[in-house]
């Protein structure tokens, strides 16, 4: 999909008659990245010193990816969630350097997070473009902004009729910007730090450079931040990434992937010292992950220098996986370690219904009882409000066998729930009755005519017994719902196959006094499965243990 430009096969061709040898060798190295960016490219190193630019492996690894999709003809979208200083803004800058300083009419457009961050992004271009070989130093037109304009700089038009130069150009800007990518068709876009852009402006840049990145065959969109909490714009990006919700490919970078992340032992006995005072965090990492110790110690001293000692800020800063990067607000409802082994554990569903709404680990078993909790969606309107859900159980052993998460209407997800329910032997289901849950109930008994519906003991305030098909999730049963699964997780009678049950309980926290999700995240899936974990817990009391008043308000 490159096209290299006339100005650069030029040379090459003038090179190749005096030389041979030297330009095939020219060409060579135009023709691959990574020989490009060894041998022509050069970057500053912390201590100022300009030197050839080597790539890593996680940094070899990354361009390989993007050369490859750009070969089969599509659009390259990419995003990344990475530790600090891993040097993917270098290698990214260079693949778009690379891109646009060897092509015509192409436009590039890179944005930090700040007037600084973008400052430093520019003096990279700027540091490429003065020492890369002169045989692949397109002309340039002088900008008084941070922009690169690969074009004849004469100011005669018959010269620039007659040579042009390639056309491209690369700017870079900030998110402090009132207005970004406002005109103009961008070829390949590099967005840094998203997560850290100001809150204010990310949706509103964010809808003007996808609305400004062409979707040819070969353009590139690289997308990567470090993590700033849950809810906010990138994490968001990278969870429908994650979920096949975007065109973006997800990619993860561990803090211990980078080689030079690790610190050394002056003595054998410190290094025996030192693995003897392991913390039950650090043999977890050391077990799932295969650290060496001079890793381990890195990191105890990168917390204890670099982030005031404080755990959380190291995983947001050098996470370990995904799940890690991204500190919760609030104070945790479930165990959160557990979660963190459970989301790297979880089994694949041996299929999926419905488009991926449905996951499946385990089909019914003959002779088998199942419990299923289902969570019915106040409405469609909105895409951020909740979806209709189920879970459902297998009664012998608590497992999770199967998961729905979807968007419907009361009919429609009435008549999921009936064939899903029979299927599973004729699941005991517990419907959510709040709101829209009356009408799905009421189809489900006078269309489908459910054969196991759960009824609950209501009480008026005259103490008066009447029984009504639905679970309620009122002021006064949703702490008990929430503290009976909490106890049943804690206490490793849940066996939870489903990451995504598993990420709405990790966002599940105490806030205000109330356990609820965190902005910006959801709990549909996970009332599902606390309704569902009642129904197993009502077969074996043969009642349900918490009565409330029909009048109390509901969640």
């Not at 019915?376 to 859900?389: C, F, I, M, N, R």
């Amino acid at each position: 999909m490159i096209r290299f430009a006339k100005e650069i096969r030029t040379k090459i061709d003038a090179l190749a008659k005096k030389d041979p040898k030297k330009g095939k060798k020219a060409l060579d190295i135009l023709q691959d990245f990574e020989q490009f960016a060894t041998r022509c490219l050069k970057i500053k190193t912390k201590e100022g010193a300009i030197v050839p630019f080597g790539l890593n492996e996680a940094q070899k690894r990354f361009a390989q990816l993007v050369f490859d999709r750009m070969a089969t003809g599509k659009p390259v979208r990419i995003i990344i969630l990475k530790a600090r200083q891993m040097g993917f803004s270098t290698v990214t800058e260079a693949i778009i350097y690379y891109l646009t300083s060897t092509q015509e009419a192409k436009n590039s457009f890179i944005v930090a997070q700040d007037s600084k961050a973008s400052e430093n992004l520019y003096e990279m271009f700027k540091t490429y473009y003065e020492n890369v070989p002169v045989l692949y130093k397109p002309m340039r037109k002088r900008n008084n902004s941070r922009k690169l304009t690969f074009e004849n700089p004469t100011a005669l038009e018959s010269m620039r009729q007659k040579n042009p130069g390639l056309k491209s150009q690369i700017t870079v800007d900030s998110a402090e910007a009132n207005v970004l990518a406002r005109s103009g068709t961008i070829h390949y876009a590099h967005i840094s730090e998203l997560a850290w852009w100001p809150e204010s402006k990310k949706s509103k840049h964010m809808l003007a450079l996808m609305n400004s990145l062409s979707d040819a065959a070969g353009t590139l969109c690289i997308i990567e931040s470090t993590a700033n909490g849950i809810g906010e714009h990138y994490q968001q990006m990278w969870e429908k990434a994650e979920n096949g919700e975007n065109d973006f490919i997800p990619l993860f970078f561990a803090w211990h992937e980078f080689p030079t992340y690790r610190e050394e032992f002056e003595f054998e006995e410190e290094m025996l010292e030192f693995a003897a005072s392991l913390t039950e965090d650090e043999k977890f990492l050391q077990r799932r992950f295969n650290l060496q110790l001079e890793q381990l110690k890195w990191r105890r001293s990168t917390i204890r220098n670099k982030c005031d000692g404080d755990v959380k800020q190291f995983q947001q800063e050098y996470p370990s996986f995904p799940e890690e990067a991204f500190l919760v607000s609030g104070r945790a409802i479930f165990d959160q370690r557990k979660i963190q082994e459970g989301m790297m554990n979880a089994p694949e569903p041996i299929h999926e219904d419905l488009d991926g709404a449905v996951l499946v680990w385990a089909e019914p078993e003959e002779g088998e009882l199942y419990d299923m909790g289902a969570d019915v969606a106040e409405g469609l309107d909105d895409k951020d409000t909740d979806s209709s859900t189920f879970c459902i159980y297998k009664r012998s052993t608590g497992e999770q066998v199967a998961e729905l998460q979807l968007k419907a209407e009361p009919y429609e997800f009435a008549e999921i729930l009936n064939e899903y329910g029979r299927k599973y032997n004729n699941a005991l289901l517990g419907v959510e009755r709040n709101n829209h849950g009356h009408a799905v109930l009421l189809a489900l008994i006078q269309i489908f005519d459910y054969p196991n519906l759960y009824e609950h003991k209501d009480y008026d305030q005259k103490g008066n017994a009447e029984k009504r098909p639905g679970w309620p999730t009122t002021l006064k049963t949703r702490p008990i719902l929430v503290e009976e699964y909490r106890q049943s997780y804690a206490n490793n009678e849940i066996p939870i196959k489903s990451r995504r049950l598993l990420g709405e309980m990790r966002t599940f926290v105490k806030k205000n006094g109330k356990a609820q999700h965190q902005a910006g995240c959801h709990d549909d899936i996970l009332f599902a499965a606390m309704i569902g974990w009642e129904m197993r817990k009502h077969h074996h009391t043969g009642h349900m243990p918490y009565f409330f008043y029909a009048n109390t308000v509901e969640r």
